[in-house]
């Protein structure tokens, strides 16, 4: 068995184990990086990049559609889906070289192998044979994969996960989508513009559950505009598998519901990567799949750092890149900031996009703010009716007595871009006056920022 010794060995290479293993390079740290797969993880391989790149061309699809009302004409409009997961596979091997090509350049020693933790050690299987990383520091950076319910699991034929739906066998043609998280309502979107006639089941009171109920409510008009079933407080308690069919046992408003789909994607929740890692061995607690930490990602363990999707929620890929440097930064000696979940966005690029930060209006409320809320419609936009994208909201939540900006929550055409400003705002922790005698460019959907901030203390200009 080979042994070499680093500073810090990084278990997996998604956003945010080849984000702490650069950063710790930077800082002068020898660094070694093990991974199993793929470098950059599920993110870059089989998860938001790839996801982003099938979206693009649907998107652009649906606007070709609609080539007509911009005073163009296209015909015989097509698609072919096998050149469109090409492009998103190709998007996808472009960016792990990227990440290849930065081990490289930060001289970070990489290790293609299983790793298991061993008192300040961790041994790896390799190809080869087995290796000995001796460190002072790891961050164990496994990452997450999808849940699979019992009597729901995939199949790769008839029922998908979201790695199936990203290199599809075929074209579904009546589909069913269990869960309408980020994944779930995604994947519905891709394959509903490109005319699959779609039904989402979602066992909470709402689609996208975790948002504001407004914008939940709006997605879900544009969702149903679109051709699109939805089923809420609605759960699959059973598949029957047939030859190219699936039968789905749907429970609603107490009755089963029998609905037959040629296929199934099951996008309900994801478990952290916790097993075969040796941590009950290393004294490590797990709680319900994900590492028990503290703000700064400790375990509890001496020198043991667990980071993005396997130390829990908020299960994002920028969370994961910033607990990465921040935990870099720790071991380095340097004086970091824990992270606040409440201040990092979420995205979802579904048609139309949802983008939020902060507190929804019902938990600002459930925390006992007293608030002020804002509102401004798309339509009430120059640029998005220019761009014929009239349908969106804008909606801010303040505190009333301090003008804090407690929350921001978007729907519509390019919101996942829009929502940094007020993240950057949070963090600056700007108040309403602030953000109220910051002058926006015109034209822009930046001005429904600024608007909606009006309207929360009755001074919108456009509505």
């Not at 290393?282 to 703000?295: S, Y």
């Not at 922790?429 to 600024?450: A, D, I, K, W, Y």
Request: charged share 25%; aromatic share 6%; proline share 3%.
């Amino acid at each position: 068995m080979s042994s070499k010794s680093f500073d810090i060995v990084v278990i997996g290479s998604g956003p945010g184990g080849y984000v702490a293993a650069i950063r710790a390079a930077q800082l002068g740290l020898n660094v070694g990086l093990v991974e199993r797969e793929n470098l950059g993880g599920i993110c870059l391989n089989w998860g938001c990049i790839p996801t982003k790149a099938l979206l693009r061309s649907s998107e652009i699809f649906h606007q070709m559609e609609r080539a007509k009302e911009y005073g163009l004409s296209a015909e015989k409009i097509g698609f072919d889906l096998k050149a469109i997961v090409k492009r998103s596979r190709g998007v996808a091997g472009q960016m792990a070289a990227g990440v290849k090509g930065l081990m490289k350049k930060n001289k970070i020693t990489v290790v293609m192998g299983e790793a298991t933790l061993s008192k300040g050690k961790v041994i790896v299987k390799t190809e080869a044979g087995t290796e000995e990383l001796v460190a002072k520091n790891i961050i164990i950076a496994t990452g997450a994969r999808a849940r699979e319910l019992p009597g729901l699991e995939a199949d790769g034929d008839l029922v998908w996960t979201y790695r199936h739906a990203l290199d599809p066998v075929r074209m579904p043609k009546k589909l069913l989508v269990i869960g309408s998280g980020a994944i779930g309502i995604e994947f519905a979107s891709f394959y509903n513009t490109l005319g699959a006639e779609t039904t989402v089941v979602e066992v909470m009171d709402r689609v996208l559950p975790v948002e504001d109920k407004d914008i939940s409510a709006f997605a879900k008009k544009q969702f149903v505009k679109q051709g699109m079933n939805i089923m809420e407080k609605a759960m699959v308690k059973k598949l029957d598998r047939g030859k190219g069919t699936v039968t789905a046992h749907i429970e609603v408003g107490g009755k089963i519901e029998k609905h037959t789909f040629d296929t199934v994607i099951s996008a309900v929740g994801i478990v952290g990567n916790v097993e075969n890692l040796g941590l009950e061995d290393a004294g490590i607690k797990v709680d319900r799949t994900h590492i028990v930490t503290d703000e700064y990602c400790r375990t509890g363990v001496e020198g043991v750092f667990a980071i993005g999707d396997v130390a829990g929620a908020p299960w994002l890929a920028h969370k994961a890149s910033h607990e990465g440097v921040m935990v870099a930064e720790l071991i380095a000696g340097k004086k970091v900031h824990s992270i606040k979940p409440e201040s990092i966005a979420g995205c979802t690029y579904c048609h139309p996009q949802v983008a939020s930060v902060g507190y929804t209006e019902a938990k600002a409320i459930e925390l006992g703010y007293e608030i002020k809320v804002g509102k401004f419609p798309f339509v009430g936009n120059g640029k998005a009716v220019a761009l014929g994208e009239a349908q969106g909201l804008v909606k801010t939540v303040f505190d009333a007595k301090t003008g804090e900006l407690l929350g921001a929550h978007m729907v519509g055409a390019e919101v996942t871009e829009l929502i940094q400003g007020y993240v950057i705002g949070r963090t600056l922790e700007t108040t309403e006056e602030e953000l109220m005698n910051t002058v926006f460019p015109h034209p822009t959907l930046s001005e429904m920022m600024h608007e909606s901030v009006l309207a929360a203390y009755g001074r919108a200009i456009h509505i």
